[in-house]
């Protein structure tokens, strides 16, 4: 199975400031099928990018990802208050579907 | 808006069994093929188990291969994951989740998710 791993672990920023988030794949994840998702506390994930780089439904253009075969990246463009939040990648090209542990984005 | 409702959840001794629901409205339920999602108190997100659109296949990761079947109901917009044997490590909150395309094959994301429901297993 692809194993992926996410860093950082925890990423400390202020409002504002841009967010890069790094997920790196075992093995090459074919076609980009490389998604990601928010999580917040007590909350179920949020789709918010999948192919790597389109935007799900409804998330706003700060966030945007980009990468192919094992090295891809979130960015968000400037964090807002209700961005701070886990995220996780997600490789859905290849059996099992697999996720990172996850990144934290928490205020500094 | 789709909405997609968890319920079942609770403690069981090691062992034991449990049947967890998952409900769901705002879709054409029987085009799509829908799924189980777990996450372990403070850790990160596991694939379970798959069913497709009609009930007719499945897939379950080799962690509980064996012991917990997922099944559906299309007359109730309904799909259900059984287990069975369940073990200290199956403790974790469970999701259902949408798949995005309607396809069996189609690879693709997880585009709705429900709120979950706890599943502890302990003595």
């Known amino acids: 199975e692809i194993v992926l791993t996410q860093s950082p672990g925890t990423l400390s920023l202020s409002p504002g400031e841009r967010g890069t988030l790094s997920c790196r794949a075992s093995q090459s994840v074919s076609s980009s099928y490389l998604a990601w998702y928010q999580q917040k506390p007590g909350q179920a994930p949020r789709l918010l990018m999948y192919?790597?780089?389109s935007r799900a439904t409804g998330i706003p253009d700060r966030f945007s990802g980009s990468g192919s075969g094992t090295d891809f990246t979130l960015t968000i463009s400037r964090l807002e208050p209700e961005d701070f939040a886990v995220y996780y990648c997600q490789q859905y090209g290849s059996s099992p579907r697999t996720f990172g542990q996850g990144t934290k984005v928490e205020i500094k | 808006e789709v909405q997609l409702l968890e319920s079942g959840g609770g403690l069981v001794q090691p062992g034991g069994s449990l049947r967890l629901s998952c409900v769901a409205s705002?879709?054409?339920?029987?085009?799509?093929?829908m799924s189980w999602v777990r996450q372990a108190p403070g850790k990160g997100l596991e694939w379970v188990s798959d069913?497709?659109?009609?009930?007719?296949?499945?897939n379950h990761a080799d962690s509980v291969k064996g012991r917990f079947t997922i099944t559906r109901d299309n007359s109730k917009n309904t799909i259900y994951l059984q287990m069975n044997s369940l073990r200290a490590d199956d403790t974790a909150v469970y999701y259902c989740?949408?798949?995005?395309?309607?396809?069996?094959?189609?690879?693709?994301?997880?585009?709705?998710w429900g709120q979950g429901t706890l599943v502890t297993v302990s003595s």
């Open positions: 069913t497709s659109a009609s009930g007719g296949s499945a």
């Open positions: 705002g879709f054409t339920f029987n085009y799509y093929a």
């Open positions: 192919g790597a780089s």
């Open positions: 989740a949408k798949w995005g395309a309607s396809g069996w094959w189609d690879l693709t994301v997880f585009d709705y």
